[in-house]
């Protein structure tokens, strides 16, 4: 049974967990563990708790499973789930966090093969990025993380973050600007 439910969409699970399947839940847990984690991490950069807060997000999934519209893409919605989680991780911790990056993760920078004389340049450039998202506020720095470490489409960053979809493409837009900024050497 569980290799059947391996090959059902994140959809159709949900669907199966509102009619109180158990294993699915199970499935959708172990798919977006890790997926959480990361966008925690770039969103939080407090580790201890981090695992703590995405227990959390699969516990209020599991509590309004049934509010989810299977006919509608499951990722958006657990990940709104997570947005608001964070943030108000963030508000009771009333500070801003610091947030590391992997440049791996940004598809632009891993497929580019750099060989050992230019490490050094890496590194700067990772630090000087690392530096400008933490400047960035909240909202610049988010949205940039669900584009590029999470791999949201512009749908469904506008579904998590319950704005319009223009509004996803102007704060893309401003924050990438903003980044730059921080970025490009003196």
């Given at each position: 049974m569980e290799d059947a439910l391996a090959q059902k969409t994140d959809e159709e699970l949900a669907a199966l967990v509102q009619r109180n399947n158990e294993a699915a839940f199970g499935v959708l847990m172990e798919r977006f563990q890790n997926k959480l984690l990361r966008y925690g991490r770039k969103f939080l950069y407090e580790h201890a708790p981090i695992e703590d807060a995405v227990q959390e997000v699969f516990i209020k999934t599991y509590q309004n499973i049934q509010s989810y519209d299977p006919k509608r893409p499951f990722s958006p919605w657990i990940y709104r789930i997570a947005h608001n989680m964070f943030v108000n991780s963030?508000?009771?911790?009333?500070?801003?966090?610091?947030?590391?990056?992997?440049?791996?993760?940004?598809?632009?920078?891993?497929?580019?093969?750099?060989?050992?004389?230019?490490?050094?340049?890496?590194?700067?450039?990772?630090?000087?990025?690392?530096?400008?998202?933490?400047?960035?506020s909240a909202l610049y720095r988010e949205v940039l993380i669900l584009y590029y470490l999470e791999d949201l489409s512009y749908q469904e960053i506008a579904e998590v973050l319950r704005v319009p979809i223009g509004t996803v493409g102007i704060r893309l837009k401003r924050a990438r600007e903003a980044l730059k900024k921080h970025v490009e050497p003196t």
């Open positions: 963030l508000r009771e911790r009333s500070r801003l966090p610091f947030i590391t990056v992997d440049l791996d993760l940004f598809p632009a920078l891993a497929s580019h093969k750099l060989d050992p004389a230019e490490d050094e340049e890496r590194e700067e450039i990772r630090t000087r990025i690392e530096r400008g998202l933490a400047k960035l």
